[in-house]
């Protein structure tokens, strides 16, 4: 609108004319001088108005609406100021940064080649755009509050902006608010004032009183409405909030729920409103303490609801501004200025300074609203970013002051921020240059450090009883992070100034004072005469110092930058050394004297501590000083005169010390805490600044230190020193064992500082090396994953390893089956292992050297195991080779060769010799060093022929022999005290070696010649002392096989002679097979080549085998002929495996009423699945063991002060585990004999009723008027057949003779009969999902249609599971598998002798009147009728599962042809025709579903879908399939396939336009039947126990296995033979008065048919291959039961049916009735309760935050299991913590497929639960 020339002329019709009045003038006058005024008058009348809960919601919308539209109006000065705004928007230039501000949960991409610092992250968009993508690059889990860096080159190495940001790097530098209208400028300069000091003024008042009086309305203020606002902490638990919510204000759970939900989302929650009285009661109640030892009470304060009014319109403006700031640059830089310059009523402090400072007096929501306007506001410029640093830097004291002492978490901290600045080299250089920033941060850590120093200065947290101030410093060490991230980000680009060098030394200093607090913390004294009472507290100390590793680090690498820097520190660290008086003693080794600190370490009233950081601060630094200047230079005389060498030597030399004493096992009253500090101190994580800087200190004082007096230091401090002076005064204090462990622990610390160089700065090595070092050793240790060997490397300060840059160049990576990679060290770098590699610890060490010695072994080596050739020293070291050829060095050497050769010695052990060989052969490497470096003398070699030792020494020990250390060498190789074969082989190595360094040398001439004689004659006696042990060894080991071999062949004999009638008949059947002569053999083949019949009167034998069943538990064999019964465990489980819609799945956990329990829809949205173990019991032998486990599990239960919450079994619903295998089971199947295996000697009966007849006999049954409506009362065939017709009497009788006849009796003992009504009880229990306690089971005439269902559905299941591995259909399934069929059959043969039989009859009327009289109804009159077959669901032919169908009809039909309890006769004739009946049914069934190719094709792209059965080739058919061989009588009538395609189709009113052809619809008859037969082939099997045809073994086309699986059950293997007249009429009928088809011909329409044939398998949902895809779809997703666009916290997805849940969450929780164990209603949580709908109690989900897949099984019981996404190593990366790539690895989800395919979940979950004690701790009801 131009307000220039007619905007008085419009006016707006609003109800607030005062404030548009007021804008109209001042946008004439552009005088705003007054416009807070205006707009607080405004707001104090209409806020309240705006948000009174009590008015309705869409006028206080408009109201709302109305308040923003007025402060756009004024700001856009038009009318429409969303398209004022919009052209802002198009008139930006293109951001240079993106800046996109994260969400909780989204994913983000940090690049590891071209980052500064982990924290440079990209969002997914930018990432796709970028250079990146083809790097190597971690993926992370936003926590909100980050923005994205793309753009920012100070953010990046390389590639600073993705392909969109990067074209804004080319535009003008024009100023933004240029491109403002006129007068928007000064518009919004004095707009956003007002809302910012309005918005602060508001949200940081604590009570009404503090509102300023221009926002205070008079006659509002009168009202008496208040409310009682709960506010949040981080201290109490949701459940105590829920319960005191409900104690004090009376709402129900739900509202509690949600009061706590929104308190901890929004920081705040209004509880009650009414009157100030009442309000204030109810805050009193809330606020009460919930016990004694409460440290913080829970918050609430009364408010007036004005008040609260504005603060909810103050957030409201701010969100506004947010939005309108993101339109325009140029308003984001007015936003900059005006929130950065001083304000009106305090000078020097802005309002940004304002709302920092009050940032705890906000709540949560408001926190992280202004953190959101700042990043939106002032972090997309550069300038307004600095300026916002040096802010926050200057409050910085004061910022964490408040913070510590805060009870929210840091996420939601005005100190959040600063990982968005202080990560920015330029800022962070201007900050610690310009503003002291290192001084500031440290100093703000020293601050809260000060109560907790002793009296020495140091920390000491041993009595922290007031845990609020431990609180309290441990909240105040978050400094640390920000003190990473100056340092970090400076030392990418260090240009040092003296300003920069004057304030970083300032910092370094403080930090000094620092670590002057941390030395010598936890001071440990050895315990000697009792155990400790308390362990002491450690943890803090190691926690700081995990802290400070990178900070050290940090330091140190920024000193080496400046030489001018890294001396003044490291004068200052000598100035920090602690000063303390050492009493010495002088002490004589070899002739040496030096004088030596008087500090027993092991001595009861001698402390050590293991915190020594001023000491390797000094070692860290020493490396990168001038060659020239060390400890001793004379610029550091001034602060050395009280610190000489023993004094930095003396310190980690105690610790090493303490070491050796604690491996020795002398520490060992001091409790665990000790041990711990030890393990820390060699912990891959702290070693580099803890454990590696004590041993280059070490080594740097032995580098400037006298030699003899370092080593006399070394050996006084280990107190040896009588050991090496031949003195036994020191021999009383310690045990043989222990003093031979601490000269161990000694000789290894000397190898480790003459050895190890693999240090910069030490040794002439480069990073690479260090790096493969460190694999060499990890991998030498095993075979390890690509995560396990980067857990176990040294990371630098980014957290890299540089793993993945030389792995490798020394190992080899392979993948196992599942995918999963592993590395193995080469072969040929196996020469580079150490023995005595000093990051090993003892169990590491001997793993080490027993596999490089099997692979020495393997490969035909000997066992010597070296330490290879070392790198040279570094300049600055050099000096330490000195201590090789030492006089006291010699003498340790000397010594201790000695005592190995020695007849008598205390002190002698084979672990010392070989530290010995490994220190000669430091030292034959270092003469080799030097000979290449040109000094010819070689000392060590020399030295060690000529030094023979004290000549008092070595008499005692030697006699007169004055033997050299070469001598000493020789004589060890034939002692008798060196018994270790490795050990002689590494003797025999240095011998080895000592002879090709001396052979270097020229000066020594023949002496060294000489001595190399001696030498090899020596080898040669040696050897052949070995060889003739050998020889002995391999003589009795032949001696000791040979009398094996003769025991074994003695067994053998003996076990033939008591089966000789075996072995005979073995014998004459091979003598036969000899003599078979080719025409036998091909008589035999014929006869192998036929195919077994089950079924019909060409039925095959059964399989002739004995069944012998041994009790696990009492180790007694039985068989099925014994009077005892035998079971098996078994779990009964529901399940919607099968199901194939998910719609119509259930929504409660009860059974749906509108479904048949008899007719069951081919749907099968729910069914009841049983397995079993396979592991067989005396079911008295059972009872005395369940018994037993339900005594035991109850005492559990009330020994316990809580029911635990996840037991792995539920003894309450009949769980247990088997004793064998410990799977779970809650019922057990009985072993029921074969109802196909009768008497051989018995001819078959003989029946001549054809199909014809026997389906006019079940027809003139199932008429209603004849004598059906008598089989209630149990009436007889025989009385039947009087009143039928007389065409059919003679075929009734003769099929009931038949049948009568063919029945094999069984009777049911007592306790099998007692076992079944047992397994009966559990299904129906399952399958109604009913407690297991009817005592009138037997009476519900559901019963025995839930046990034929359960079968059916268990069968289908199987045959899924091969279909889906795509396995043969026989001889795949596990033992366990079929076993569980075999029996469920058999018990469905027998259980009927314990149903009441008039059920048994009542429901086949049901299942025969529904298919063979179509036409009238069953009558619902009957209870048994009216409970199995609801009335409200029409049972239509194409909503029918055929198989449930042929099972109910074929053990149901018998029950007509018997007048008593009656048993299934198995495989007759009757089955037959059933089948053939049924299939028929089916082939119909598919008929009426199937679309011709060309309609087929039309909807192929819209059903992408793969047929889980291979499709039907046009193969020329076999010869044999053209014929039908079914034994039944086929009509010659039968007509072709086309025609009954036609005829069904007319009858449903769906006639095909399109041409079908023959040969397409018989393949695909063969084609979606086959699943159908599949479960026929698995039924008749198991029943008539006939073995299956060979073909069915083996993987096969589909028109083969369909032409031998008829051929197996004897029914057409022509589908149109299966179509006779009779059959065609019944089908015809059943579609003409079907009402569901007849419902659909009424609308016009084609029925819809259920499920699509054929069946497809079930599977889970299609994931992404990209898991960044998962987090980013996971991130959008906001909980549905919070207002607005709250992001779910823990977003789970259903792999089952896709959906996606706010799980582990209260504002999701369902309350269920009858869910615990009193049966009140109970809350569940959002997984849990969809577990009920979609799974029926069983359910798979994926937390996509934590890469985790959850099994739960109900809802107590649950486990954990990795997803199945990979990184290029085959690893899963649970919480992402590693941040690879990971991609979907298919064999991992194919095996969680078939988990859940083959209901594995239950097992699954009570295995992991059983196993594993934590899993306890999780409530699996809230997930």
Same mark, same amino acid.
């Given at each position: 609108?131009?307000?220039?020339n007619?905007s008085?002329s419009i006016r707006?019709?609003?109800?607030n004319?005062?404030?548009?009045?007021y804008?109209?003038?001042?946008?004439?006058s552009k005088?705003?001088?007054?416009?807070?005024?205006?707009?607080?008058h405004?707001?104090?009348v209409?806020?309240p108005?705006?948000?009174?809960k009590?008015?309705?919601?869409?006028?206080r919308?408009a109201l709302?609406?109305?308040l923003?539209y007025?402060?756009?109006?004024?700001l856009?000065?038009?009318?429409?100021?969303?398209?004022v705004f919009?052209k802002?928007?198009?008139?930006n230039?293109p951001d240079?940064?993106?800046? $996109?501000?994260f969400?909780?949960g989204?994913?983000?991409?940090?690049c590891r080649?071209?980052a500064?610092?982990?924290t440079?992250?990209l969002c997914m968009?930018c990432?796709?755009?970028?250079a990146?993508?083809?790097?190597?690059y $971690?993926?992370?889990t936003s926590?909100g509050?980050g923005?994205?860096?793309c753009?920012?080159?100070d953010?990046?190495k390389?590639?600073?902006?993705?392909s969109e940001h990067?074209?804004a790097?080319?535009?003008?530098?024009q100023?933004?608010?240029s491109?403002l209208p006129?007068?928007m400028?000064?518009?919004?300069?004095v707009?956003?004032?007002?809302?910012?000091r309005y918005?602060y003024q508001?949200?940081?008042s604590?009570?009404d009183?503090?509102?300023?009086?221009?926002?205070?309305e008079?006659?509002?203020l009168?009202t008496?409405?208040y409310c009682?606002m709960?506010?949040n902490?981080?201290?109490?638990?949701y459940e105590?909030v829920?319960?005191?919510l409900i104690?004090?204000?009376g709402?129900?759970n739900?509202e509690?729920?949600?009061f706590?939900t929104?308190v901890d989302r929004?920081?705040?929650?209004p509880?009650?409103t009414?009157p100030?009285a009442t309000c204030?009661?109810l805050s009193q109640?809330?606020?009460?303490?919930?016990?004694l030892n409460?440290?913080k009470i829970?918050?609430?304060?009364v408010?007036?609801h004005?008040?609260?009014s504005?603060?909810d319109?103050?957030?409201l403006?701010?969100?506004?501004?947010?939005?309108i700031?993101?339109?325009s640059d140029?308003?984001?830089k007015i936003?900059?200025?005006?929130?950065?310059v001083?304000?009106?009523?305090?000078?020097?402090i802005?309002?940004?300074?304002k &709302?920092?400072?009050?940032?705890?007096?906000f709540?949560?929501a408001?926190r992280?609203q202004?953190?959101?306007?700042f990043?939106?506001?002032?972090?997309?410029?550069?300038?307004?970013?600095?300026q916002f640093?040096?802010?926050?830097?200057?409050h910085?004291?004061?910022?964490?002051r408040?913070?510590?002492r805060?009870d929210?978490?840091r996420t939601?901290s005005a100190?959040a921020?600063?990982v968005q600045v202080y990560t920015?080299?330029?800022i962070a250089?201007?900050?610690?240059?310009?503003h002291?920033?290192?001084e500031?941060?440290l100093?703000?850590?020293l601050k809260?450090?000060e109560?907790?120093?002793?009296d020495?200065?140091?920390?000491?947290?041993?009595s922290?009883?007031?845990?609020?101030?431990?609180a309290i410093?441990?909240?105040?060490?978050f400094v640390?992070?920000d003190l990473?991230?100056?340092?970090g980000c400076t030392l990418?680009?260090?240009?040092?100034t003296?300003?920069?060098q004057?304030?970083?030394?300032?910092g370094f200093t403080?930090f000094?004072?620092?670590l002057?607090q941390i030395?010598?913390?936890?001071?440990?004294?050895r315990?000697?005469t009792?155990?400790i009472?308390?362990?002491?507290?450690?943890e803090?100390?190691f926690?700081?110092?995990?802290?400070?590793?990178?900070?050290?680090t940090?330091?140190?690498?920024?000193c080496?930058?400046?030489?001018e820097v890294l001396?003044?520190a490291?004068?200052a660290?000598l100035?920090?050394?602690?000063?303390?008086t050492?009493y010495?003693?002088e002490?004589?080794?070899?002739?040496?004297s030096?004088?030596?600190?008087?500090?027993d370490?092991g001595?009861?009233e001698?402390?050590?501590?293991?915190?020594?950081?001023?000491?390797?601060?000094?070692?860290?630094?020493?490396h990168?000083?001038p060659?020239d200047?060390n400890y001793?230079?004379?610029?550091f005389?001034p602060?050395?005169?009280?610190?000489q060498?023993?004094?930095?030597?003396?310190?980690?030399?105690?610790i090493?010390?303490?070491l050796?004493?604690?491996?020795s096992?002398m520490?060992?009253r001091?409790g665990?805490?000790?041990q711990? =500090?030890m393990?820390y101190?060699m912990?891959?994580k702290?070693?580099?600044e803890?454990y590696?800087?004590?041993?280059?200190l070490?080594q740097?004082?032995?580098a400037?230190?006298?030699?003899d007096?370092?080593?006399?230091h070394?050996i006084?401090?280990y107190?040896?020193?009588?050991i090496?002076?031949?003195?036994?005064s020191?021999?009383?204090?310690?045990?043989?064992?222990?003093?031979t462990?601490?000269?161990?622990?000694?000789l290894?610390?000397l190898?480790?500082?003459?050895?190890?160089?693999?240090?910069?700065g030490?040794g002439k090595?480069?990073?690479?090396?260090?790096v493969?070092?460190?694999i060499i050793?990890?991998?030498?240790?095993? $075979?390890s994953?690509?995560?396990?060997l980067?857990?176990n490397?040294?990371e630098d300060?980014?957290s890299e390893?540089?793993?993945e840059?030389?792995v490798?160049?020394?190992?080899?990576?392979?993948r196992?089956?599942?995918?999963?990679?592993?590395?193995?060290?080469m072969?040929?770098c196996r020469a580079?292992?150490?023995?005595c590699f000093y990051?090993?610890s003892k169990?590491d060490q001997?793993?080490?050297e027993?596999s490089q010695?099997?692979?020495r072994?393997?490969s035909g080596l000997?066992g010597a195991?070296?330490i290879?050739?070392?790198?040279?020293w570094?300049?600055r070291?050099s000096s330490v080779?000195?201590?090789?050829?030492?006089d006291v060095?010699?003498?340790?050497?000397h010594?201790l060769?000695?005592?190995?050769?020695?007849?008598r010695?205390?002190i002698r052990?084979?672990?010392?010799?070989e530290?010995?060989?490994?220190?000669i052969t430091l030292?034959?490497h270092e003469?080799?060093?030097?000979?290449a470096a040109?000094?010819?003398?070689?000392p060590?070699?020399?030295?060690?022929?000529?030094?023979?030792?004290?000549?008092?020494?070595?008499?005692?020990r030697?006699?007169?022999?004055e033997?050299? &250390?070469?001598?000493?060498l020789n004589?060890c190789?034939?002692s008798e005290?060196?018994t270790h074969?490795?050990?002689?082989?590494l003797l025999g190595y240095?011998l080895?070696y000592f002879?090709?360094?001396?052979?270097?040398g020229?000066?020594?001439?023949?002496?060294?010649?000489?001595?190399? $004689?001696?030498?090899e004659n020596?080898?040669?006696?040696?050897?052949?002392? &070995?060889?003739k042990?050998k020889a002995l060894?391999?003589?009795?080991a032949a001696?000791?096989?040979?009398?094996i071999?003769e025991k074994m062949?003695?067994a053998?004999?003996?076990?033939?002679?008591?089966a000789?009638?075996?072995f005979?008949?073995?014998?004459?059947?091979?003598?036969?097979?000899?003599e078979?002569?080719?025409?036998d053999c091909?008589d035999s083949?014929?006869?192998?080549?036929?195919?077994?019949?089950a079924?019909g009167?060409?039925k095959?034998?059964?399989?002739?085998?004995l069944?012998n069943y041994?009790c696990i538990l009492?180790q007694?064999?039985?068989?099925?002929?014994d009077?005892?019964t035998?079971v098996?465990?078994?779990?009964?489980q529901?399940?919607?495996?099968?199901?194939r819609?998910?719609?119509?799945?259930?929504?409660?956990e009860?059974?749906?009423?509108?479904v048949?329990v008899?007719l069951?829809?081919?749907e099968?949205?729910?069914g009841?699945f049983?397995?079993?173990c396979?592991?067989?019991m005396?079911a008295s032998?059972?009872k005395i063991?369940?018994?037993s486990?339900?005594?035991?599990?109850?005492?559990r239960? =009330?020994?316990?002060?809580?029911?635990?919450?996840n037991p792995?079994?539920d003894f309450d619903k009949?769980?247990?585990f088997?004793?064998?295998?410990e799977s779970?089971a809650?019922?057990?199947?009985?072993v029921l004999?074969?109802?196909?295996?009768?008497d051989?000697s018995q001819?078959p009966?003989?029946c001549?009723?054809n199909?014809s007849?026997?389906?006019k006999?079940?027809? =003139?049954?199932?008429q209603p008027d004849?004598?059906m409506?008598s089989?209630?009362?149990?009436?007889p065939?025989?009385?039947?057949a009087?009143?039928?017709a007389?065409t059919?009497?003679?075929n009734?009788?003769?099929?009931?003779?038949f049948?009568s006849?063919s029945?094999?009796?069984?009777?049911?003992?007592?306790?099998m009969?007692?076992?079944?009504?047992k397994?009966?009880?559990t299904?129906?229990?399952v399958?109604?999902?009913k407690?297991?306690?009817?005592p009138d089971?037997?009476?519900d005439p559901?019963i025995?249609p839930?046990?034929?269902?359960t079968?059916?559905y268990?069968?289908?299941?199987m045959e899924q599971?091969?279909?889906?591995d795509?396995k043969?259909?026989f001889g795949h399934?596990s033992?366990r598998q079929?076993?569980c069929? +075999?029996?469920?059959v058999?018990f469905?043969?027998?259980c009927?002798?314990?149903?009441?039989?008039n059920?048994?009859?009542?429901?086949?009327?049901?299942?025969?009147?529904g298919?063979?009289?179509?036409g009238?109804?069953?009558?619902q009159?009957?209870?048994v009728?009216?409970?199995?077959?609801p009335?409200?669901r +029409?049972n239509?032919i194409?909503?029918?599962?055929?198989?449930?169908?042929?099972v109910?009809l074929c053990f149901?039909?018998p029950?007509?042809?018997?007048?008593s309890?009656?048993t299934?006769?198995?495989?007759?004739m009757?089955e037959?025709?059933?089948?053939h009946?049924?299939?028929?049914?089916?082939?119909a069934?598919?008929m009426?579903?199937?679309q011709t190719p060309?309609a087929?094709?039309?909807?192929?792209t819209?059903?992408p879908?793969q047929s889980p059965?291979?499709p039907v080739?046009?193969?020329p058919p076999?010869s044999?399939?053209?014929t039908?061989?079914?034994?039944m009588d086929v009509?010659?009538?039968?007509?072709?396939?086309?025609?009954?395609?036609?005829k069904?189709?007319?009858v449903i009113?769906?006639?095909?336009?399109?041409?079908?052809?023959?040969?397409?619809?018989e393949?695909?008859?063969?084609t979606?039947?086959?699943p159908f037969l599949?479960?026929a082939?698995?039924?008749f099997?198991?029943l008539?126990?006939?073995a299956a045809?060979p073909?069915l073994?083996a993987?096969?086309?589909p028109?083969?296995?369909y032409?031998?699986i008829t051929?197996?059950?004897?029914v057409?293997?022509?589908p149109a033979?299966?179509f006779?007249?009779?059959?065609l009429?019944?089908?015809?009928n059943k579609?003409t008065n079907?009402k569901s088809i007849?419902?659909?011909? +009424?609308?016009n329409?084609?029925?819809?048919?259920?499920v699509e044939?054929?069946l497809?398998?079930?599977?889970l949902?299609?994931?992404?291959?990209d898991?960044?895809e998962l987090?980013?779809?996971?991130?959008?997703?906001?909980?549905?039961?919070?207002?607005?666009s709250?992001?779910?916290?823990t977003?789970?997805l259903?792999l089952v049916?896709?959906?996606m849940?706010c799980s582990?969450?209260y504002?999701?929780q369902?309350e269920?009735?009858g869910?615990n164990s009193r049966g009140?209603?109970?809350?569940i949580?959002?997984a849990?309760?969809?577990t009920k709908?979609c799974g029926?109690g069983?359910?798979?989900?994926?937390r996509?935050r934590?890469c985790?897949?959850?099994?739960l099984?109900?809802k107590?019981?649950g486990?954990?299991?990795p997803a199945?996404y990979?990184?290029?190593?085959?690893?899963?990366?649970?919480?992402l913590r590693r941040g690879?790539p990971?991609?979907?690895c298919h064999?991992?989800?194919?095996d969680l497929?078939?988990l859940?395919?083959?209901h594995?979940?239950?097992e699954?979950?009570?295995?992991?639960?059983a196993?594993?004690?934590?899993?306890?701790?999780?409530?699996?009801?809230h997930?």
């Amino acid at each position: 609108m131009d307000m220039g020339n007619n905007s008085m002329s419009i006016r707006p019709s609003v109800p607030n004319d005062g404030i548009i009045s007021y804008v109209y003038g001042a946008l004439l006058s552009k005088d705003f001088s007054n416009l807070e005024q205006v707009l607080h008058h405004n707001w104090a009348v209409l806020v309240p108005q705006a948000f009174n809960k009590e008015i309705v919601a869409e006028e206080r919308q408009a109201l709302q609406s109305q308040l923003i539209y007025n402060i756009e109006l004024f700001l856009s000065q038009s009318l429409t100021p969303k398209e004022v705004f919009a052209k802002l928007k198009a008139g930006n230039a293109p951001d240079l940064f993106c800046g $996109r501000a994260f969400r909780n949960g989204e994913p983000t991409y940090s690049c590891r080649d071209c980052a500064y610092d982990p924290t440079c992250v990209l969002c997914m968009q930018c990432f796709e755009k970028s250079a990146h993508k083809s790097h190597k690059y $971690r993926i992370n889990t936003s926590s909100g509050g980050g923005y994205c860096d793309c753009g920012d080159v100070d953010a990046w190495k390389a590639f600073p902006a993705c392909s969109e940001h990067g074209k804004a790097a080319a535009t003008d530098n024009q100023n933004p608010e240029s491109r403002l209208p006129e007068g928007m400028v000064q518009r919004a300069e004095v707009l956003f004032q007002c809302i910012l000091r309005y918005s602060y003024q508001v949200l940081s008042s604590a009570l009404d009183a503090d509102l300023p009086d221009s926002l205070v309305e008079k006659n509002v203020l009168a009202t008496d409405s208040y409310c009682t606002m709960l506010l949040n902490d981080e201290i109490h638990t949701y459940e105590q909030v829920i319960s005191r919510l409900i104690k004090a204000v009376g709402v129900t759970n739900k509202e509690a729920v949600d009061f706590a939900t929104t308190v901890d989302r929004e920081g705040r929650a209004p509880v009650f409103t009414g009157p100030k009285a009442t309000c204030q009661k109810l805050s009193q109640e809330i606020q009460k303490k919930f016990n004694l030892n409460d440290s913080k009470i829970l918050e609430a304060a009364v408010m007036h609801h004005s008040f609260v009014s504005h603060q909810d319109f103050a957030q409201l403006l701010l969100k506004w501004l947010e939005e309108i700031i993101d339109y325009s640059d140029g308003l984001r830089k007015i936003f900059c200025r005006v929130a950065m310059v001083p304000d009106e009523d305090v000078s020097d402090i802005s309002l940004l300074e304002k &709302i920092l400072l009050a940032d705890t007096s906000f709540w949560k929501a408001v926190r992280l609203q202004f953190h959101q306007l700042f990043m939106t506001g002032v972090f997309k410029d550069v300038e307004s970013k600095t300026q916002f640093a040096i802010l926050l830097t200057k409050h910085y004291i004061d910022l964490y002051r408040d913070f510590v002492r805060d009870d929210h978490y840091r996420t939601v901290s005005a100190t959040a921020v600063t990982v968005q600045v202080y990560t920015v080299t330029p800022i962070a250089k201007v900050l610690i240059e310009k503003h002291r920033l290192i001084e500031v941060i440290l100093k703000t850590l020293l601050k809260e450090s000060e109560r907790w120093k002793n009296d020495k200065g140091i920390l000491d947290f041993q009595s922290r009883r007031d845990s609020e101030a431990y609180a309290i410093f441990k909240r105040a060490q978050f400094v640390i992070h920000d003190l990473k991230y100056a340092l970090g980000c400076t030392l990418n680009n260090p240009q040092w100034t003296p300003d920069l060098q004057s304030s970083f030394l300032n910092g370094f200093t403080t930090f000094l004072e620092l670590l002057t607090q941390i030395q010598g913390m936890d001071a440990a004294k050895r315990f000697t005469t009792h155990h400790i009472e308390y362990e002491m507290e450690w943890e803090t100390a190691f926690t700081l110092q995990l802290k400070l590793t990178d900070i050290i680090t940090l330091f140190i690498q920024h000193c080496r930058t400046s030489p001018e820097v890294l001396v003044s520190a490291y004068t200052a660290i000598l100035r920090y050394m602690p000063k303390y008086t050492i009493y010495t003693n002088e002490i004589t080794i070899a002739g040496h004297s030096a004088n030596c600190c008087v500090f027993d370490v092991g001595g009861p009233e001698k402390c050590v501590s293991i915190h020594l950081p001023l000491h390797r601060l000094l070692a860290g630094l020493n490396h990168h000083l001038p060659p020239d200047v060390n400890y001793t230079s004379p610029q550091f005389a001034p602060m050395n005169c009280q610190l000489q060498l023993f004094n930095l030597l003396e310190e980690p030399l105690r610790i090493q010390v303490m070491l050796a004493q604690i491996y020795s096992e002398m520490w060992k009253r001091n409790g665990y805490s000790i041990q711990s =500090q030890m393990y820390y101190y060699m912990y891959v994580k702290c070693r580099p600044e803890m454990y590696d800087r004590d041993i280059q200190l070490i080594q740097s004082v032995a580098a400037v230190m006298e030699p003899d007096s370092f080593l006399i230091h070394v050996i006084h401090k280990y107190t040896l020193t009588s050991i090496f002076q031949n003195s036994d005064s020191q021999f009383t204090t310690l045990s043989v064992k222990q003093t031979t462990e601490i000269v161990r622990e000694m000789l290894q610390l000397l190898i480790i500082i003459l050895g190890e160089r693999y240090v910069e700065g030490v040794g002439k090595v480069t990073p690479q090396q260090i790096v493969q070092r460190e694999i060499i050793h990890l991998l030498a240790i095993s $075979r390890s994953s690509h995560s396990d060997l980067d857990k176990n490397m040294p990371e630098d300060v980014n957290s890299e390893t540089q793993l993945e840059n030389y792995v490798r160049e020394v190992a080899d990576f392979t993948r196992d089956s599942t995918g999963k990679g592993m590395y193995t060290l080469m072969d040929e770098c196996r020469a580079l292992f150490n023995p005595c590699f000093y990051h090993y610890s003892k169990a590491d060490q001997s793993k080490a050297e027993d596999s490089q010695k099997m692979f020495r072994k393997n490969s035909g080596l000997d066992g010597a195991l070296p330490i290879p050739f070392t790198p040279q020293w570094t300049e600055r070291y050099s000096s330490v080779s000195r201590l090789f050829t030492c006089d006291v060095m010699l003498h340790v050497i000397h010594t201790l060769l000695s005592n190995m050769v020695a007849k008598r010695s205390r002190i002698r052990s084979e672990s010392h010799l070989e530290k010995v060989l490994h220190l000669i052969t430091l030292a034959l490497h270092e003469d080799k060093h030097e000979f290449a470096a040109g000094n010819k003398s070689l000392p060590f070699t020399n030295a060690a022929q000529r030094y023979k030792g004290s000549s008092l020494y070595s008499s005692e020990r030697l006699g007169s022999r004055e033997l050299s &250390i070469l001598d000493l060498l020789n004589e060890c190789q034939n002692s008798e005290h060196v018994t270790h074969a490795p050990l002689k082989d590494l003797l025999g190595y240095v011998l080895k070696y000592f002879s090709e360094v001396a052979s270097m040398g020229h000066e020594c001439g023949g002496s060294i010649v000489t001595k190399k $004689r001696s030498t090899e004659n020596l080898d040669s006696a040696a050897q052949a002392a &070995i060889d003739k042990q050998k020889a002995l060894r391999a003589k009795k080991a032949a001696k000791s096989r040979s009398k094996i071999i003769e025991k074994m062949m003695k067994a053998q004999q003996k076990f033939m002679d008591g089966a000789a009638d075996l072995f005979q008949t073995c014998n004459v059947e091979s003598e036969g097979a000899k003599e078979t002569t080719p025409m036998d053999c091909s008589d035999s083949l014929a006869e192998e080549s036929k195919t077994p019949v089950a079924l019909g009167p060409n039925k095959s034998a059964a399989r002739p085998h004995l069944e012998n069943y041994v009790c696990i538990l009492c180790q007694d064999a039985s068989t099925i002929d014994d009077d005892t019964t035998v079971v098996y465990s078994a779990f009964v489980q529901r399940s919607t495996v099968l199901s194939r819609n998910s719609s119509h799945r259930n929504t409660q956990e009860d059974t749906p009423t509108d479904v048949s329990v008899l007719l069951v829809p081919s749907e099968l949205s729910h069914g009841v699945f049983t397995t079993t173990c396979g592991h067989a019991m005396h079911a008295s032998c059972f009872k005395i063991y369940h018994d037993s486990v339900v005594a035991r599990e109850r005492r559990r239960a =009330q020994r316990a002060l809580f029911q635990y919450l996840n037991p792995a079994f539920d003894f309450d619903k009949g769980e247990f585990f088997c004793p064998l295998c410990e799977s779970i089971a809650n019922c057990v199947l009985p072993v029921l004999p074969c109802a196909g295996r009768k008497d051989s000697s018995q001819s078959p009966p003989v029946c001549a009723v054809n199909l014809s007849n026997w389906l006019k006999i079940l027809t =003139q049954l199932a008429q209603p008027d004849s004598a059906m409506s008598s089989l209630e009362d149990n009436c007889p065939i025989p009385d039947l057949a009087k009143v039928a017709a007389d065409t059919v009497y003679t075929n009734l009788m003769e099929l009931y003779d038949f049948l009568s006849s063919s029945a094999n009796q069984t009777e049911l003992s007592e306790e099998m009969a007692a076992t079944v009504v047992k397994f009966l009880s559990t299904i129906f229990a399952v399958g109604k999902n009913k407690k297991n306690d009817n005592p009138d089971l037997l009476e519900d005439p559901e019963i025995a249609p839930l046990i034929w269902n359960t079968t059916a559905y268990t069968i289908q299941v199987m045959e899924q599971v091969i279909r889906s591995d795509n396995k043969p259909l026989f001889g795949h399934l596990s033992l366990r598998q079929e076993m569980c069929m +075999s029996l469920l059959v058999r018990f469905l043969s027998v259980c009927h002798k314990v149903i009441p039989q008039n059920y048994v009859k009542s429901h086949c009327q049901v299942l025969l009147h529904g298919l063979l009289s179509p036409g009238q109804p069953v009558s619902q009159t009957s209870t048994v009728n009216a409970a199995v077959l609801p009335a409200q669901r +029409s049972n239509s032919i194409i909503d029918i599962d055929a198989f449930h169908y042929l099972v109910s009809l074929c053990f149901s039909l018998p029950s007509l042809f018997s007048s008593s309890m009656y048993t299934v006769s198995a495989g007759s004739m009757n089955e037959q025709y059933i089948l053939h009946l049924v299939l028929s049914v089916h082939m119909a069934q598919i008929m009426l579903g199937y679309q011709t190719p060309a309609a087929s094709s039309s909807h192929a792209t819209s059903a992408p879908d793969q047929s889980p059965v291979t499709p039907v080739t046009q193969e020329p058919p076999s010869s044999s399939f053209n014929t039908a061989v079914s034994s039944m009588d086929v009509a010659e009538d039968s007509v072709s396939l086309v025609e009954v395609f036609s005829k069904l189709h007319s009858v449903i009113g769906a006639p095909c336009e399109d041409a079908v052809t023959e040969s397409a619809l018989e393949n695909h008859l063969i084609t979606a039947s086959l699943p159908f037969l599949r479960c026929a082939a698995f039924l008749f099997s198991n029943l008539t126990d006939v073995a299956a045809p060979p073909a069915l073994h083996a993987l096969c086309s589909p028109r083969k296995e369909y032409e031998v699986i008829t051929k197996y059950l004897d029914v057409p293997n022509q589908p149109a033979a299966l179509f006779t007249s009779e059959i065609l009429t019944i089908l015809v009928n059943k579609c003409t008065n079907d009402k569901s088809i007849a419902s659909s011909i +009424s609308k016009n329409i084609r029925p819809v048919m259920p499920v699509e044939y054929p069946l497809k398998i079930n599977s889970l949902i299609k994931l992404p291959d990209d898991y960044s895809e998962l987090i980013n779809t996971a991130s959008r997703f906001t909980c549905p039961n919070s207002t607005g666009s709250d992001e779910s916290r823990t977003p789970t997805l259903c792999l089952v049916c896709g959906e996606m849940l706010c799980s582990q969450s209260y504002c999701c929780q369902v309350e269920v009735n009858g869910s615990n164990s009193r049966g009140r209603q109970e809350a569940i949580g959002a997984a849990s309760s969809h577990t009920k709908v979609c799974g029926a109690g069983t359910g798979i989900y994926l937390r996509v935050r934590q890469c985790q897949v959850v099994l739960l099984a109900g809802k107590s019981k649950g486990c954990f299991i990795p997803a199945p996404y990979v990184d290029d190593y085959g690893e899963t990366d649970i919480t992402l913590r590693r941040g690879n790539p990971l991609k979907l690895c298919h064999t991992a989800y194919r095996d969680l497929h078939r988990l859940w395919l083959s209901h594995g979940v239950q097992e699954k979950v009570a295995r992991s639960t059983a196993s594993s004690s934590g899993q306890f701790l999780a409530d699996w009801r809230h997930l």
